[in-house]
């Protein structure tokens, strides 16, 4: 195995990522405007922004999902028992004794056992909690007939605060392991250029040498 710089993160990769960081900022700051906790906007310009940047992402985790099966990267985030254990001992006991981090990424598996897991309970229960109670809180007077005493609405705006706050957590915990280790910058430099260090096999480097040339950095770039 060779450690070499490789394009592992397209140009739709840094674009979804980035779009997707923005919106759930955007998302958070109109959300919490509209329950009230600050008043840094008119309430009527919250939720309007708010449902708007909502559609926007919806659209684009559509056309995201959509993406991931097409070409396979879906496997990314497929977890695995391996090193998992590790892994956690790393980050709740290590990382605090300047151990190593255990995992090395490779070219097909570039997320660590903990990050796959965490990435998956993300895409498929907590995004999908915060659409469907979007959705259905948008679509009330459609409904509404059915909900006479409003519970319906109170049970659908929780679950939707609910999944954002779970949603905000996750980003509070994950904005803080990218100050472990490298450094932030080290850590955040390769979703702007697409470039990030992994084990290569001489097959894995020969491979990309002769047919994809552009993903390989020269050594010492």
Same mark, same amino acid.
């Given at each position: 195995m060779a450690e070499r710089q490789v394009k592992v993160y397209t140009r739709f990769n840094r674009l979804w990522h980035w779009s997707q960081a !923005? *919106?759930?900022?955007?998302l958070l700051f109109?959300?919490?405007r509209i329950l009230g906790v600050h008043q840094l906007m008119p309430y009527?310009?919250?939720?309007?922004?708010h449902t708007?940047?909502?559609v926007a992402l919806l659209l684009l985790w559509a056309f995201a999902t959509f993406w991931l099966f097409t070409t396979g990267a879906w496997r990314q985030f497929m977890p695995s028992s391996v090193g998992l254990w590790q892994v956690l001992r790393f980050y709740?006991?290590?990382v605090f004794h300047g151990e190593a981090h255990p995992y090395r990424k490779l070219l097909r598996r570039r997320h660590n056992p903990l990050q796959a !897991? *965490?990435?998956l309970a993300l895409k498929t229960m907590l995004f999908p909690a915060i659409w469907i109670s979007g959705l259905v809180y948008l679509s009330y007077t459609f409904w509404d007939h059915l909900d006479p005493t409003?519970?319906?609405l109170w049970v659908v705006a929780n679950i939707h605060i609910l999944a954002a706050f779970a949603i905000a957590s996750f980003v509070v915990i994950h904005v803080y392991l990218l100050t472990i280790g490298h450094g932030f910058?080290?850590?955040v430099r390769p979703m702007i250029t697409g470039f990030e260090t992994v084990d290569l096999t001489p097959e894995q480097e020969a491979y990309l040498a002769a047919d994809e040339p552009g993903r390989l950095r020269a050594k010492g770039a």
């Amino acid at each position: 195995m060779a450690e070499r710089q490789v394009k592992v993160y397209t140009r739709f990769n840094r674009l979804w990522h980035w779009s997707q960081a !923005l *919106s759930i900022f955007l998302l958070l700051f109109t959300g919490l405007r509209i329950l009230g906790v600050h008043q840094l906007m008119p309430y009527g310009l919250a939720v309007i922004a708010h449902t708007a940047v909502a559609v926007a992402l919806l659209l684009l985790w559509a056309f995201a999902t959509f993406w991931l099966f097409t070409t396979g990267a879906w496997r990314q985030f497929m977890p695995s028992s391996v090193g998992l254990w590790q892994v956690l001992r790393f980050y709740a006991w290590g990382v605090f004794h300047g151990e190593a981090h255990p995992y090395r990424k490779l070219l097909r598996r570039r997320h660590n056992p903990l990050q796959a !897991l *965490s990435y998956l309970a993300l895409k498929t229960m907590l995004f999908p909690a915060i659409w469907i109670s979007g959705l259905v809180y948008l679509s009330y007077t459609f409904w509404d007939h059915l909900d006479p005493t409003g519970r319906g609405l109170w049970v659908v705006a929780n679950i939707h605060i609910l999944a954002a706050f779970a949603i905000a957590s996750f980003v509070v915990i994950h904005v803080y392991l990218l100050t472990i280790g490298h450094g932030f910058r080290d850590h955040v430099r390769p979703m702007i250029t697409g470039f990030e260090t992994v084990d290569l096999t001489p097959e894995q480097e020969a491979y990309l040498a002769a047919d994809e040339p552009g993903r390989l950095r020269a050594k010492g770039a």
